[in-house]
C-alpha cells in the first residue's frame, strides 16, 4: 500500500520563475492538501483540493495556485518566486468528511535563489 | 485567530528521562488534535485524540487531551536517542473537512 508521494523531492529556482511541484495520495484517499514549512515553523495549509476543486484556502497569495486530476492526484504552482518562496512544500493525504488521520508526503524542498 | 501553541520550544535531555511536551490551542470548530514526529521531511503520525481524559499510548509514548482546558500533553518515558526529532502538535480544525493548524512544534535532543 503506497502512501503519499511527492515529487520533486529537492529543487532550486530563480526568483521570477514558475515552479510545479507534484502529489499522489495514499490509496483510498480522495482529498489532497499542500502546506508550507519554512524553516524552524509549522506547516502553514496552502490549500485543499477534494473532486478537482479547490474547497478551502488558507493565507496565502494567487501566486499559488493547483489542480486535482481525476485520479486525486494533484498539483501546486506558483508563479513568480520570490526568496520568502523558499520551504518545504508538504502534501496531506485524507478521506473527505472524514475524522480519519492525515497522512504528510516526504516533501519538496524548494530553494529560489 | 486560531492558534496552536507549544511548549517548550526546544528541551535537551539525557537517555533514559521522561520528558512532557504541552500545546494550547484557540480554535473554531475543533474536530481533533493530531501529534506527529518530525525527523528529517515527512512528520509521521503519532497519535489522534478527540475525546477528552482518553489516554493513548503507543510503547513509550503516549497522550492526551483536556478539552475544557483546550490543552494537550505528550509524554516519552525512557527516552532513547532515536526520539531526538521535531514534535508537532497540530489541530484538525476544518469542520467537514480536514485542514490542520499546526503549532511551531517542540525541538527534543536526547543525548547519550
Known amino acids: 500500500d503506497a502512501g503519499v508521494t511527492q515529487s520533486p523531492t529537492h529543487l532550486i529556482k530563480t526568483r521570477g520563475q514558475q515552479v510545479t511541484l507534484r502529489c499522489s495520495p495514499k490509496?483510498?484517499?480522495?482529498?489532497v492538501s499542500w502546506y508550507q514549512q519554512a524553516l524552524g515553523q509549522g506547516p502553514q495549509f496552502i490549500f485543499q483540493?477534494?473532486?478537482?476543486?479547490?474547497?478551502q484556502r488558507g493565507n496565502f497569495p494567487d501566486r499559488f495556485s493547483g489542480h486535482q486530476f481525476p485520479n486525486y492526484s494533484s498539483e501546486l504552482n506558483v508563479n513568480a518566486l520570490l526568496l520568502g518562496d523558499s520551504a518545504l512544500y508538504l502534501c496531506?493525504?485524507?478521506?473527505?468528511?472524514?475524522?480519519?488521520?492525515?497522512?504528510f508526503g516526504e516533501g519538496s524542498w524548494l530553494t529560489v535563489v | 485567530e486560531d492558534k496552536v501553541v507549544q511548549s517548550p520550544l526546544s528541551l535537551v535531555v539525557h537517555e533514559g528521562d521522561t520528558v512532557t511536551l504541552n500545546c494550547s490551542y484557540e480554535?473554531?470548530?475543533?474536530?481533533?488534535l493530531l501529534w506527529y514526529k518530525q525527523e528529517k521531511k515527512a512528520p509521521t503520525f503519532l497519535f489522534m485524540l478527540?475525546?477528552?481524559?482518553i489516554e493513548k499510548k503507543s510503547g513509550r509514548l503516549s497522550s492526551i487531551l483536556d478539552k475544557k482546558e483546550l490543552f494537550s500533553i505528550l509524554n516519552i518515558t525512557a527516552t532513547q536517542t532515536g526520539d531526538s526529532a521535531v514534535y508537532l502538535c497540530?489541530?484538525?480544525?476544518?469542520?467537514?473537512?480536514?485542514?490542520?493548524?499546526f503549532g511551531t512544534g517542540t525541538l527534543l535532543a536526547v543525548q547519550p
Open positions: 497540530a489541530v484538525n480544525y476544518g469542520g467537514a473537512t480536514n485542514k490542520l493548524i
Open positions: 490509496s483510498g484517499h480522495d482529498t
Open positions: 483540493y477534494y473532486e478537482e476543486e479547490e474547497r
Open positions: 478527540t475525546s477528552s481524559g
Open positions: 496531506a493525504s485524507s478521506r473527505h468528511f472524514s475524522g480519519n488521520t492525515i497522512y
Open positions: 480554535v473554531t470548530n475543533f474536530r481533533s
